[in-house]
């Protein structure tokens, strides 16, 4: 019960169809587990039920989009009316698709993975800081990549990425003196529907030859981590057991980011 009390918004809290859990709903149902009250928030009604209907009485569900000022205050609102307050946000949206090097990158596709990865989170916490500074207290958990410190092939995702850990620092001085901690998670190569069947669909491979291809890349065991990795390191950060840290990009990658220097 170590959010006993404590009041999550998770965003991005659907997963998309797959063999195993996101990074969203794994955090919500462990966060649940722990003691919290959770608001699931998502573009797609049905996959933040999904979650909630899982987690049962502890948690509400919604739809919205992270790219809409509107839609991020009316789920800080709606957190705030059902449970009293907001204790937690957990900025896990993200996309990718159509990205490349940035010699073949196309305007569009950078300027949707920039609203979505690194605007959407901006908006959801400007929309969390203010009953957070007013309670002079709080915990933001941003979901990063290990992209942001390494790649080539994906620029606007690796771009979104990097600013959003800029973002988490900036979010975490500003507002210390609040009592409000920021703090990023960089996931290396997990097995998520989100990773896993989306670049088995992307390259017409299986799934079983993405995922031996991945494992083999990972120093700690030659094996990818999954979601409840992802998981457990955002409950440490989002609990008083880390009252004293803030401005911390944790990556959570089975060793792959000693190899980025």
């Known amino acids: 019960m170590r959010l006993a009390g404590k009041v999550a918004l998770v965003a991005g809290a659907g997963q998309m169809p797959g063999e195993t859990r996101g990074n969203g709903r794994a955090i919500a149902e ?134 959003m850990n800029r973002m988490t620092l900036s979010v975490a001085n500003a507002n210390a003196g609040r009592g409000i901690r920021c703090n990023a998670i960089l996931p290396g190569f997990l097995d998520t529907p989100m990773a896993v069947a989306g670049i088995a669909g992307a390259t017409g491979r299986s799934t079983d030859a993405v995922r031996a291809e991945r494992n083999a890349r990972v120093p700690l065991g030659g094996r990818m981590g999954d979601a409840s990795d992802t998981a457990n390191a955002a409950l440490f950060l989002a609990s008083d057991e880390a009252r004293f840290i803030t401005g911390v990009l944790l990556p959570v990658d089975g060793g792959m980011a000693t190899r980025v220097g």
Request: aromatic content about 4%.
């Open 30 to 163: 462990r966060f649940a587990a722990e003691g919290a009250q959770v608001l699931c928030m998502d573009r797609l009604l049905d996959r933040a039920e999904a979650t909630a209907t899982a987690i049962g009485e502890a948690a509400v569900a919604m739809s919205g989009d992270v790219t809409q000022a509107e839609d991020c205050a009316a789920a800080v609102a709606l957190a705030v009316e059902r449970f009293g307050r907001i204790d937690i946000l957990v900025n896990n949206v993200g996309i990718g698709g159509g990205d490349g090097p940035a010699h073949a990158l196309e305007e569009a596709a950078f300027d949707r993975i920039m609203a979505v990865n690194l605007k959407g989170g901006w908006l959801m916490t400007r929309a969390a800081l203010a009953p957070m500074r007013a309670q002079r207290g709080g915990a933001i958990v941003n979901i990063s990549s290990l992209a942001s410190l390494a790649g080539g092939f994906q620029m606007a995702y690796e771009v979104s990425k990097a600013a």
